[in-house]
T-cell receptor
Framework: KAGVTQTPRYLIKTRGQQVTLSCSPISGHRSVSWYQQTPGQGLQFLFEYFSETQRNKGNFPGRFSGRQFSNSRSEMNVSTLELGDSALYLC???????????FGPGTRLTVL | KQEVTQIPAALSVPEGENLVLNCSFTDSAIYNLQWFRQDPGKGLTSLLLIQSSQREQTSGRLNASLDKSSGRSTLYIAASQPGDSATYLCAHRRSYNTDKLIFGTGTRLQVFP
């Protein structure tokens, strides 16, 4: 059974650009969550989706957005990139309910 | 603000030792708690999931306990090996209708031969 996949794995952008990251959950999983990980702030919740609906959103500016498709795949978008957006972006999926969550390998974003 | 603290922040031990990693949380609403390991630059690997109605879970050399009344969870690693070297993170969910995890600060473990 394939795990959570994230593309691309590495990304280098310059300030002001925008970026789209993709996450494919484990087959059958309908819940997808996104996290940002930085050395200073640790793991911070961005948002979660269930059946194409955003259920919860973290405390991030509106430049961060996401969506989920009917096949449960999810994308997140960051517009007008800032240096502080450099981070490892992690995606997790689960069957929802009280189930275990599984994480992908992450996308390493570097903003120059 | 819900806070999750992990002690110690870093730990370096010789191979073969039994270890206890601690996770303390201020949030009284615990739906379940999950322990993860993270290798440098990689994603998170799930180790154990404890539901709020459970007191402990075991998988191989790992045992995790949950005490909601005291706001603590511990991860016990028996007979540590160099391959156990990683950062260990605890995280909890507050309710059934969200998958949002609130993460701890992590414990960086190094096991040397």
């Amino acid at each position: 059974k394939a795990g959570v996949t994230q593309t691309p794995r590495y990304l280098i952008k310059t300030r002001g650009q925008q970026v789209t990251l993709s996450c494919s959950p484990i087959s059958g999983h309908r819940s997808v969550s996104w996290y940002q990980q930085t050395p200073g702030q640790g793991l911070q919740f961005l948002f979660e989706y269930f059946s194409e609906t955003q259920r919860n959103k973290g405390n991030f500016p509106g430049r961060f957005s996401g969506r989920q498709f009917s096949n449960s795949r999810s994308e997140m978008n960051v517009s007008t990139l800032e240096l502080g957006d450099s981070a490892l972006y992690l995606c997790a999926s689960s069957l929802a309910g009280n189930n275990e969550q599984f994480f992908g390998p992450g996308t390493r974003l570097t903003v120059l | 603000k819900q806070e999750v603290t992990q002690i110690p922040a870093a730990l370096s031990v010789p191979e073969g030792e039994n270890l206890v990693l601690n996770c303390s949380f201020t949030d009284s609403a615990i739906y379940n708690l999950q322990w993860f390991r993270q290798d440098p630059g990689k994603g998170l690997t799930s180790l154990l999931l404890i539901q709020s109605s459970q007191r402990e879970q075991t998988s191989g050399r790992l045992n995790a306990s949950l005490d909601k009344s005291s706001g603590r969870s511990t991860l016990y690693i028996a007979a540590s090996q160099p391959g156990d070297s990683a950062t260990y993170l605890c995280a909890h969910r507050r309710s059934y209708n969200t998958d949002k995890l609130i993460f701890g600060t992590g414990t960086r473990l190094q096991v040397f031969p």
